[in-house]
């Protein structure tokens, strides 16, 4: 694969959760939230040059957006200061490009798709980024180029993240289905069409989270590793596992584990 000089980002946010929040995994506290993402996104150069589709995910999405077009208001001003809000964040960082409101419809892997609609409608050919806000970071320069190159270590590789779980967990008893995590996917537009035509799998699932975690993230990476590619992580990054091949790392949910666990949903 050759490699990219752009790289689109699409960035999820769910509307209610506050701009500087706190993620507890097991007693690990992660510093993350769309504000706090944003800020460090301005603070570090990321190596690569990209653009943010900002999709916002809500339970009245598209009314909203077309109030707002209308100039109309709403009697629920915390949504409309919300609103008000991220158009802001929008505003004030050249490198968004587009701010997108969207029910909730498929959670993290609906937006994910819907970003991937819009990339394949504009023709677009360069790497694509999957991520949410309960990343803690960026931390460092080079924060994207370090996946980018990663990425394209293996001409076969599908999908690289922070971390890959060895087994869907949400199974008793649990399964072995090796998966890279979806708050952070880094690929490329030739393996997402190579794979997914037509859109993203689990994207129409409502509220079942466990389905949406075994179709979706799950999916996403079976479908990558039985396609021929192969899958990997931060955690290891001179590793990278293909269908059929013995797993040699540690198995479980990484980021519940004491030696990886300081690196939890860090960029």
Same mark, same amino acid.
């Given at each position: 694969?050759? $490699?990219?000089? @752009?790289?689109? %980002?699409?960035? @999820?946010?769910?509307? #209610?959760?506050?701009?500087?929040?706190?993620?507890?995994?097991?007693? +690990?506290?992660?510093?993350?939230?769309? #504000?706090?993402?944003?800020?460090?996104?301005?603070?570090?150069?990321?190596?690569?040059? =990209?653009? %943010?589709?900002?999709?916002?995910?809500?339970?009245? /999405?598209?009314?909203?957006?077309?109030?707002?077009?209308?100039?109309?208001?709403?009697?629920?001003?915390?949504?409309?200061?919300?609103?008000?809000? =991220?158009?802001?964040?929008?505003?004030?960082?050249?490198?968004?490009?587009?701010?997108?409101?969207? @029910? +909730?419809?498929?959670?993290?892997?609906?937006?994910?798709?819907?970003?991937?609609?819009?990339?394949?409608?504009?023709?677009?050919?360069?790497?694509?980024?999957? $991520?949410?806000?309960?990343?803690?970071?960026?931390?460092?320069?080079?924060?994207?180029?370090?996946?980018?190159?990663?990425?394209?270590?293996?001409?076969?590789?599908?999908?690289?993240?922070?971390?890959? @779980?060895?087994?869907?967990?949400?199974?008793?008893?649990?399964?072995?289905?090796?998966?890279?995590?979806?708050?952070?996917?880094?690929?490329? $537009?030739?393996?997402?069409?190579?794979? =997914?035509?037509?859109?993203?799998? /689990?994207? +129409?699932?409502?509220?079942?989270?466990?389905?949406? %975690?075994?179709?979706?993230?799950?999916?996403?990476?079976?479908?990558?590793?039985?396609? /021929?590619?192969?899958?990997?992580?931060?955690?290891?990054?001179?590793?990278?596992?293909?269908? #059929?091949?013995?797993?040699?790392?540690?198995?479980?949910?990484?980021?519940?584990?004491?030696? =990886?666990?300081?690196?939890?949903?860090?960029?």
């Amino acid at each position: 694969m050759k $490699m990219s000089k @752009n790289a689109k %980002i699409i960035l @999820n946010e769910w509307e #209610g959760y506050p701009f500087f929040r706190e993620k507890d995994l097991d007693g +690990n506290i992660v510093e993350c939230g769309i #504000g706090r993402l944003i800020q460090n996104i301005r603070k570090f150069d990321s190596g690569v040059n =990209f653009q %943010i589709y900002l999709i916002v995910n809500t339970m009245w /999405g598209r009314k909203k957006y077309i109030l707002h077009k209308l100039g109309l208001s709403r009697s629920d001003e915390a949504h409309l200061k919300k609103w008000n809000d =991220f158009l802001q964040i929008k505003e004030e960082n050249s490198f968004i490009e587009e701010l997108i409101y969207r @029910n +909730n419809i498929g959670q993290d892997l609906g937006a994910y798709n819907c970003g991937y609609q819009i990339l394949k409608k504009s023709g677009y050919q360069g790497d694509v980024v999957f $991520m949410n806000s309960s990343l803690n970071g960026p931390l460092s320069d080079g924060w994207l180029k370090k996946y980018q190159d990663q990425f394209y270590s293996h001409p076969k590789m599908g999908l690289t993240g922070i971390s890959i @779980n060895s087994h869907n967990s949400n199974l008793n008893p649990n399964k072995f289905d090796p998966h890279v995590q979806s708050f952070f996917l880094y690929t490329n $537009m030739d393996v997402l069409k190579n794979i =997914f035509p037509r859109r993203l799998p /689990g994207i +129409n699932i409502t509220y079942q989270k466990k389905d949406i %975690i075994d179709q979706g993230e799950i999916g996403i990476s079976r479908k990558v590793l039985n396609e /021929g590619y192969g899958l990997s992580c931060r955690f290891f990054d001179d590793y990278v596992y293909f269908k #059929g091949d013995p797993f040699s790392k540690p198995e479980g949910d990484l980021r519940y584990k004491g030696p =990886f666990a300081h690196q939890a949903n860090k960029l």
